[in-house]
């Protein structure tokens, strides 16, 4: 017969407060789209505090508790905002409730050592409010773009026919700008012209220049290493005005191979370091055993080291690739309109026209980059089970 632990009651003087300081950021938000921020904190803090307490003393049906108050925040929220605000009061709803139980049954110590002081569980959870809090500032711009894109009217805000969620305030307008529209279209092809070459450069010398600076006799390689990988250090407009008085010397200023160049100087950095932290667990015994067997230098580099050392190049080739892909600042100073490039074109766009098209050609960019950086991960686990670091 198995004893069933008891749960650890905690006294309203902890949890209370706590959903009471989690109600007046609630309540920041919901006053200052209202027009009164203070007012929203003061009653945000009281009455989640008051809902908290009523739950867990009064009711203490979680399941109930966690309904009831998605119901009643949603269709509050319905009254003010309509479909939209009815969504967002449902989901504070239903976290508020989760909340309240969580801290009064004291779930959150639950995975947890049970040695752990109360400042450090504090502190355990306040660093991962922090790090939430810094991911959603960072996450936003974006989810507020994409939905954008698809708005039906050439407006960067959201018309009343999509807060309502009216389909007609919706539509693919925007992309089709972008597919048929000769502007886009030619600075896509630059882009996916340029960007290749780039990363093939990139490529090919940061990881020479990776594996030859692992080497123990090479000397002064730190210094090396500072000056290659100083485009990623030094302000990009510098660096973009130190190309273009060297181009215009000797004659790549305006050319295609020029920006292809320049971009390639971006790229180089990022394969040095990938390539770099993938040689730190090489095994040199393999390439002293090759050559033994009376493998070349470049027979051992393709046969025995690059395989090994793949993931990272690859890794830093798909930098070197996004950063071509997505960089506008040294295009303007070395290309021409003849290389008018994507970033260009929206750069162009932002300034003379407005054109809410960029929208979905940003939209499309972060799909691109999430898809890219998804490969990056899959190769960094691959590269961490072929050293050992991780299991299979």
Not at 76 to 104: D, E, N, R, V
Not at 288 to 299: F, I, K, S, Y
Not at 322 to 340: C, H, N, P, R
Not at 355 to 364: E, F, M, N, R
Request: with cysteine; hydrophobic share 55%.
């Amino acid at each position: 017969m198995v004893a069933l632990t008891p749960v650890s009651r905690t006294e309203p003087s902890f949890y209370v407060p706590v959903v009471a300081a989690f109600g007046a950021f609630a309540g920041l938000l919901v006053g200052t789209a209202q027009g009164s921020s203070l007012l929203g904190v003061i009653i945000g803090a009281a009455l989640m505090g008051a809902v908290s307490f009523v739950l867990t003393k009064v009711i203490k049906n979680e399941k109930i508790c966690v309904w009831g108050l998605v119901i009643l925040l949603g269709i509050t929220g319905f009254l003010m905002g309509g479909i939209p605000a009815g969504l967002i009061g449902a989901a504070f709803g239903w976290f508020f409730a989760w909340l309240s139980f969580w801290l009064y049954e004291s779930r959150y110590r639950q995975h947890l050592v049970p040695y752990l002081t109360p400042g450090q569980v504090l502190w355990h959870y306040t660093f991962r409010v922090i790090c939430g809090a810094i991911l959603v500032f960072l996450i936003t711009p974006i989810l507020v773009v994409m939905p954008l894109s698809f708005n039906a009217q050439n407006f960067f805000t959201f018309t009343p026919e999509m807060l309502r969620f009216d389909p007609a305030g919706y539509s693919l307008k925007h992309y089709e700008d972008f597919f048929t529209n000769s502007d886009w279209q030619g600075a896509l092809a630059n882009s996916v012209k340029i960007a290749p070459a780039a990363t093939l450069l990139s490529v090919t010398f940061g990881t020479l220049a990776a594996i030859g600076l692992s080497q123990p006799h090479v000397p002064f390689r730190r210094a090396i290493m500072a000056i290659l990988i100083s485009p990623m250090i030094v302000p990009l407009i510098i660096s973009a005005a130190g190309m273009y008085f060297f181009y215009s010397r000797i004659g790549l200023q305006g050319t295609y191979m020029g920006v292809v160049l320049a971009h390639a100087a971006l790229g180089i950095p990022f394969v040095i370091i990938t390539v770099t932290a993938t040689l730190v667990g090489f095994d040199n015994s393999l390439t002293r055993a090759a050559a033994n067997m009376g493998a070349n230098p470049v027979t051992t580099f393709f046969r025995v080291q690059m395989p090994l050392i793949l993931p990272g190049v690859i890794s830093g080739g798909l930098f070197a690739f996004i950063t071509s892909f997505d960089e506008v600042v040294v295009v303007l100073f070395v290309g021409s309109a003849g290389q008018k490039t994507l970033p260009w074109q929206m750069f162009t766009g932002l300034r003379e026209q407005i054109s809410p098209t960029i929208l979905a050609v940003a939209t499309i960019l972060v799909f691109i980059s999430i898809a890219l950086l998804t490969v990056v991960e899959l190769l960094r686990r691959r590269s961490e089970r072929l050293r050992g670091m991780s299991p299979a």
